[in-house]
């Protein structure tokens, strides 16, 4: 599973949690929604719950619940629950460069350098949206075809 593909899923379950609020959740109800296997959200909502954005219980009443309101929880919030740093880097550099180049000498360096910048944006952009604004359009998006 890449770390894009974790964190659009992260986002689709908390999205989730907050549309189905008064019912009981449990991944087999997520996963049904995500179309993957339990397994895989039972993986994303551990990381969640590690990152206490979520609450879960086991059980002949398991539930899985969000723990603050979406309003309170940005995307940055869940970037970082769910995308593991060095193991997950949004850009690789390619390492073996022909250090007699003019370009491959310095290559390397340079992308660090540009890519530090792009995660810093990303990460700007990232903290100013919220899950509630995107189940905010989910509820447009279901109001405006029914």
């Known amino acids: 599973m890449t770390s894009s593909t974790r964190f659009s899923i992260a986002i689709h379950i908390l999205c989730f949690l907050d549309f189905f609020k008064q019912e009981r959740i ?5 996963s049904m929604s995500v179309n993957t296997n339990p397994v895989v959200v039972r993986r994303i909502t551990s ?3 590690k990152a206490k954005l979520i609450n879960t219980t086991t059980g002949l009443n398991a539930n899985i ?11 940055l919030d869940v ?13 690789v550099i ?15 360096s340079l992308l660090e ?6 995660e810093l944006v990303l990460q700007g952009e990232l903290a100013s949206i919220t ?7 989910i509820m447009s998006k279901n109001t405006s075809t029914s």
């Open 47 to 49: 990381l969640l719950k």
């Open 79 to 91: 970037y970082r629950a769910v995308i593991q740093p060095s193991n997950d880097d949004l850009f």
């Open 26 to 30: 449990t991944s087999e109800l997520l």
């Open 131 to 137: 899950v509630d604004t995107l189940v905010q359009d």
């Open 65 to 75: 619940s969000l723990v603050r309101p979406v309003k309170d929880i940005t995307l």
């Open 113 to 118: 350098d540009t890519y530090t910048k792009i």
């Open 94 to 108: 390619h390492k073996n460069t022909n250090p007699s180049c003019p370009v491959g000498s310095h290559i390397p």
